[in-house]
């Protein structure tokens, strides 16, 4: 008989491979069994759409997405950026020149505006939002819906617990369990059938409402931060001591304003540095030279013409007009005058020296662009307490002004102002240009102290390293005077990124702490009029506390019975 299946089994299953029509064209058994090409539907521009989009919206690539956000921003705080550090960036121009083109390129010192971060940021955004519209959804039908029907086998849960009865009625014990667990915050539905009375009862809905939250106030931080940079602005002013900065487009050093930040948007308030107070531990202490206590003293011109006092210290900023101003740098500006053969004065102000070292050996720029028969330009370097070194060189030991020292070398030619590109003040091209003393040349390089005046070479004129100190000082300490680098930043937006961060936190913290999890309380009257009653309980991932819940519950119903139970019935056993 074996046999007689044998040979019939074969031309059936052949005939069921070829010929059956319940079966689809590409199923395993249509093709011929020595034929190894499996057919596949064949997607299409569409399929492929549709492909992508589920990839893009699944939540695997939204945490891919904004690990690589976190990635991309490294950069920004690894090198200095245009919008908070100018002039970091033009110091790191000046120690990296080979370096710089390739990393600028990159867009490294613009991170947060660059194509390539805001195509990552872009798509975060698209991910997330096509991740919560269906979780929304889902989470909206479930809220709705009953908790599910009680399990046939709840003794298949591990964690189960069984009690028997001897006396009372299964109805009356599952009415009491149905209010317990309502009681405890559990969404409760009854489902009985002939002997088997239960209550199914859930909850910890608000873990996936937190987790939600925290989704949509992750988006919230995206738009509002996108958005808001539109009508955002940072500036940088560099004021020295005595003058004065309005909030006015033409009066920045360098700014850096959202497309929706009009040339008119700004509040007109005005500053003036009165004087920078600044601290530097003295001589045989530990840490000699070190500054600290770094304070600017401003005047304050609001909106509305009235005037106040106000000190911006680091990571203290002033806040006038909507806009925070905060204290990014300082240094010294010495005041030079340089005079021509006839003796008229060519160029004569305050010149920003960028400190080199803690000891506040600065570096600064001098260019004379008319009145001479050649432009000029001095690279300088103000030592405030000078030690000269066996080299010859001079170094600065101290930041204060303990008998400062400017040295200044002279160079003539083509400045390459008048070419039509910006040229920034803290730099002087030598190229093409004649080095009149210094290093090199046969003439020593100009040493001046406050107050005096040397000749320049060739006969050009003079300069003069004018004294700055108040009438009546008795020494050199307030004979140079000091500038402040200021950033102005305006944000409307920061409020709104903190409400959504503090809603993300409280969302955050509904998903990690809230469990969701599933009970039943189940009574069955067994042929022996005895109640059988069984408690079991679920959970959706890791629930260390389940099985104390479990038995929580049992003995909270065991309570409720025996208060509810007439006097002298047999209490509840445990199976």
């Known amino acids: ?54 990839q893009l919206t699944s939540m695997r690539v939204a945490l891919v997405l904004l690990l690589i956000l976190a990635i991309a921003a490294i950069p920004g705080s690894v090198f200095p950026q245009r919008t908070a550090d100018p002039n970091g960036v033009v110091q790191y121009k000046q120690n990296n020149p080979d370096l710089f083109p390739v990393l600028d390129a990159l867009r490294m010192f613009d991170v947060y505006s660059s194509p390539w971060f805001s195509a990552i940021y872009l798509l975060l955004f698209i991910s997330l939002i096509g991740c919560i519209i269906p979780r929304i959804r889902h989470h909206a039908k479930a809220l709705r819906a009953a908790p599910p029907r009680t399990p046939a086998r709840l003794d298949r849960l591990e964690h189960h617990r069984a009690v028997v009865l001897e006396d009372g009625a299964a109805a009356a014990s599952i009415d ?36 939600l939250v925290f989704h949509i ?113 300082n240094g010294y500006a010495p005041m030079i005058t340089v005079r021509n053969a006839e003796g008229e004065v060519v160029r004569s102000g305050p010149v920003e020296f960028l400190p080199q070292d803690s000891s506040m050996t600065s570096l600064g720029v001098v260019k004379v662009t008319d009145g001479m028969p050649e432009q000029l330009g001095m690279i300088g370097f103000l030592y405030p307490t000078p030690l000269k070194l066996k080299t010859g060189a001079y170094t600065s030991v101290h930041g204060a002004l303990t008998l400062p020292l400017l040295t200044l070398d002279v160079y003539q030619g083509d400045l390459g ?38 000749e320049l070479p060739n006969g050009l004129g003079t300069v003069t390293f004018e004294d700055a100190s108040p009438e009546g000082a008795k020494d050199s300490l307030q004979s140079v005077k000091r500038y402040v680098s200021l950033q102005i930043h305006h944000d409307a937006s920061a409020p709104w990124v903190l409400a959504f961060a503090l809603l993300a936190l409280a969302g955050l913290s509904l998903a990690l702490f809230i469990p969701r999890r599933r009970m039943w309380v189940k009574a069955t009257t067994g042929d022996d009029d005895r109640i059988h009653l069984e408690y079991a309980a679920l959970a959706r991932g890791d629930d260390p506390t389940l099985a104390a819940a479990v038995d929580d519950l049992v003995r909270g119903h065991e309570r409720l019975l025996e208060a509810a139970a007439p006097k002298g019935a047999t209490p509840a056993q445990g199976v």
């Open 217 to 329: 106030a992750l988006v919230g931080v995206l738009v509002t931060v996108g958005i808001g940079g539109g009508f955002a602005y940072t500036g940088q002013r560099v004021v020295i001591e005595g003058d004065s900065y309005v909030n006015t487009l033409i009066d920045y050093n360098s700014i850096n304003r959202g497309r929706f930040v009009a040339d008119d948007s700004f509040q007109p308030y005005a500053l003036t540095l009165d004087s920078f107070d600044i601290t530097y531990e003295d001589f045989g202490t530990p840490g000699a030279g070190q500054a600290g206590n770094f304070a600017a003293n401003l005047t304050v011109r609001d909106v509305d013409g009235s005037t106040r006092k106000g000190t911006v210290r680091v990571n203290h900023p002033l806040h006038v007009g909507g806009d925070s101003v905060y204290l990014l740098g």
């Open 1 to 54: 008989m074996s046999s007689s299946l044998s040979d019939r089994s074969g031309p059936v299953e052949g005939a069921a491979a070829t010929s059956d029509p319940l079966r689809p064209s590409d199923h395993i058994d249509s093709a011929p069994v020595d034929d190894g090409e499996i057919n596949q539907p064949k997607l299409g521009v569409v399929g492929w759409l549709r492909w992508g989009w589920r």
């Open 417 to 454: 102002i008048d070419g039509g590109k910006p040229v920034s003040v803290f730099e002087l091209n030598t190229d093409g240009l004649e080095k009149l003393n210094g290093r090199g040349t046969e003439t020593k390089s100009l040493e001046l102290e406050p107050g005096q005046t040397a």
């Open 176 to 211: 009491i369990a149905q209010k317990q667990l309502k009681a405890l915050g559990y969404r409760v539905a009854r489902y009985d059938r002939g002997r088997t009375w239960s209550v199914s009862a859930e909850r910890g809905y608000w873990r996936e409402t937190g987790n």
